[in-house]
C-alpha cells in the first residue's frame, strides 16, 4: 500500500521523472509491475482532473494572476474554446504526449464548462495508453538511462548548472 501511495503522489511532482523511475525499479525487480503502472495511471488522472475542475472552478481567480491573464484574454481564450469544439479529443491525446500543453489545455477545458463528462473519459482513455508506454520504455532502455546519469560527465553538467 505505501509503494502504491508513494508512487501516486510522486506523480504529482513530476510525472515523468516517476514513471521513469518506476520502470527502472520494475526492471531491477524493486516493485511490482502491475501495481505500479495501476499506481503511476492514476496519479497522473488524479493530475489531469485537478488540474481541469481548478479550471473549471477556479477560472474567474485565475484570470486575475499574472501567469494565466493572457490565456483568459477574451479573445484568445474564445480562440482556443472553438478549437477544443472542433477538436477535442485530438488535443487532449496530443497533449498528453507533448510535456507543457497539459497544464494550459487542462485549464481551458476546465474554465469553458463544456466537457465535464467529455474530458475526465478521454483523459482516462489518454493516461492508460501514455503511462505503461512510458513505463515500458524505461523498462526497456533502464540499463542506457542508468548509465547516463552515473557517467562522469553528465556529473560535470550538472555542477555546472548547480554551481551557476
Known amino acids: 500500500m505505501t509503494e502504491f501511495l508513494t508512487i501516486t503522489f510522486a506523480t504529482f511532482l513530476s510525472e515523468d521523472l516517476t514513471c521513469i523511475t ?25 493530475g489531469d482532473l485537478i488540474l481541469f475542475y481548478l ?13 494565466f491573464k493572457n ?15 472542433k477538436h477535442f479529443v485530438k488535443v487532449i491525446f496530443i497533449s498528453r504526449f507533448m510535456p507543457g500543453t497539459r497544464l494550459p489545455v487542462y485549464l481551458i477545458a476546465g474554465a469553458t464548462g463544456k466537457y465535464l463528462w467529455k474530458f475526465p473519459f478521454y483523459s482516462f482513455i489518454a493516461c492508460i495508453v501514455w503511462t505503461p ?7 526497456l532502455y533502464s540499463d542506457t538511462i542508468l548509465n547516463f546519469y552515473n557517467n562522469k560527465i553528465h556529473n560535470r553538467f550538472v555542477e555546472l548548472g548547480v554551481n551557476d
Open 22 to 46: 518506476t520502470g527502472i525499479l520494475i526492471k531491477e525487480s524493486k516493485i511490482s509491475a502491475g501495481l505500479s503502472v495501476f499506481a503511476c495511471t492514476m496519479g497522473i488522472y488524479l
Open 71 to 85: 490565456i483568459f484574454e477574451y479573445k484568445l481564450f474564445r480562440k482556443y474554446e472553438n478549437d477544443l469544439d
Open 55 to 67: 479550471g473549471f472552478f477556479f477560472h474567474k481567480g485565475l484570470k486575475s494572476l499574472n501567469k
Open 133 to 139: 508506454l512510458l513505463i515500458g520504455l524505461a523498462y
